[in-house]
């Protein structure tokens, strides 16, 4: 214990504090005989040895018993706090079992000063309101990608293209290839290519959605995602990368601003998910393999398949589709391109989203619930409530350490 200003500090200084304060504010009379000062005066005294003194005859009176300490400057120790969260109040979980990482970022990825456009920010955000939807998207890094010091893999774009109610909004995710050092830059290039070939198309993309066109918008959708995933096999080639390892993911949604158009458009290649509240209810409309459109795209090692003229464009859009310069992947590793077009309902809410909150949504029915009982409000949740919704944390072994991007769309 040490001495501040006369006043001792040490691991009990609330006790002291509280013992100094009550005595400063003791302004009154001096105390009584039979105060608290005198009986500890009196017990301190009957410990203390007596001078050498002549002896008296009359005997010494009995020592003072020793005082009782009053309940409210009795000293006990402090109790031990609990666990506190970094961020004053953990984030919500679901599941059981306790949390496999640490909920916040730790580490940050290695940067190159040379290049630091390559950097990616751990967390991204967006939203806004056209027509008669909602649109929020977040995407977020991993915990396995936290505790590591890796980069985010996984890219998103939200843009809009064009004006008033011809207007198309596109969601754009992406995926890069699992354990390779380029995966986010892959996933950021395919977002583009096809953010690109979108605007560049969207007059006449809009144009179909309205007319219920669904036929040439697989069609046409199938070329722009075959043209675009074709340029990173290119951009592989150009750097003596593995086409396998230099490749994306890719899964997309396009919204039409007109009110009166409520055809919602998915499509795109790879794992995620598709879902749709409605009524309380979680719906899985994840395109099944069997409703793919022709063959596989040419990202994924295909070459493209030809329109029954025989060229080699997109239908009515004029797009051309080079042919991949690769030799056709293995049958194992190509993937389907997945195409959907629904009409939402009043109330629904659509929601878009890669494996890393896909799977945990599949395998637990207390995030179902919790997502569930969140979204069916009579109002979308704000930006922040949208991140916090998909950041939360799964219990148990399993973890789900994947990044986790996600857009959904709330229909008024």
Do not use: N
């Not at 198309?201 to 074709?230: W, Y």
Request: charged residues 25%; contains cysteine.
């Amino acid at each position: 214990m040490s001495q501040q200003g006369g006043r001792p500090t040490g691991p009990d200084d609330d006790w002291w504090a509280q013992l100094y304060d009550d005595a400063a504010q003791d302004t009154g009379p001096a105390p009584a005989p039979d105060s608290l000062d005198d009986r500890f005066a009196s017990a301190a005294d009957a410990l203390t040895d007596p001078p050498a003194a002549t002896p008296d005859p009359t005997p010494a009176p009995a020592p003072a018993p020793a005082p009782e300490i009053p309940a409210q400057l009795r000293r006990t120790a402090p109790e031990a706090p609990g666990p506190a969260h970094p961020t004053g109040s953990p984030p919500a979980q679901a599941g059981s079992g306790p949390p496999t990482r640490d909920a916040e970022p730790t580490a940050l990825p290695l940067a190159d000063p040379d290049d630091l456009g390559d950097l990616v920010a751990d967390t991204v955000l967006d939203g806004a309101r056209y027509g008669a939807c909602t649109v929020r998207a977040a995407s977020v890094r991993g915990d396995a990608a936290r505790h590591r010091g890796e980069p985010r893999r996984e890219a998103l774009l939200t843009a809009r293209f064009g004006t008033g109610d011809h207007a198309l909004v596109l969601v754009a995710m992406a995926s890069g290839a699992r354990a390779t050092p380029g995966a986010h830059r892959a996933a950021a290039e395919a977002c583009q290519w096809i953010g690109r070939a979108v605007g560049r198309s969207h007059a006449r993309l809009a144009e179909d959605i309205r007319a219920a066109r669904r036929g040439d918008l697989k069609s046409g959708l199938h070329r722009l995602t075959d043209r675009s995933l074709g340029k990173l096999r290119a951009t592989a080639a150009e750097q003596g990368v593995d086409p396998e390892e230099y490749a994306a993911g890719l899964r997309c949604l396009l919204l039409p601003a007109d009110p009166g158009c409520r055809t919602r458009v998915f499509f795109g290649v790879g794992t995620g998910g598709l879902f749709r509240l409605r009524d309380g209810d979680w719906q899985d409309i994840e395109p099944r393999v069997t409703d793919a459109a022709g063959e596989p795209v040419v990202g994924f090692g295909s070459t493209p398949a030809e329109t029954p003229d025989g060229d080699r464009s997109t239908l009515d859009l004029g797009v051309p589709a080079p042919p991949s310069p690769f030799a056709p992947a293995p049958e194992a590793s190509r993937a389907p391109f997945r195409f959907r077009a629904s009409v939402a309902r009043p109330g629904d809410t659509l929601l878009m989203c890669t494996g890393g909150l896909a799977d945990p949504l599949r395998g637990e029915a207390d995030l179902r619930r919790r997502l569930a009982a969140r979204w069916s409000g009579a109002a979308p949740p704000g930006l922040a409530g949208f991140l916090t919704d998909t950041q939360v944390r799964i219990k148990g072994d399993v973890g789900y350490p994947d990044d986790r991007t996600a857009a959904a769309v709330w229909e008024a």
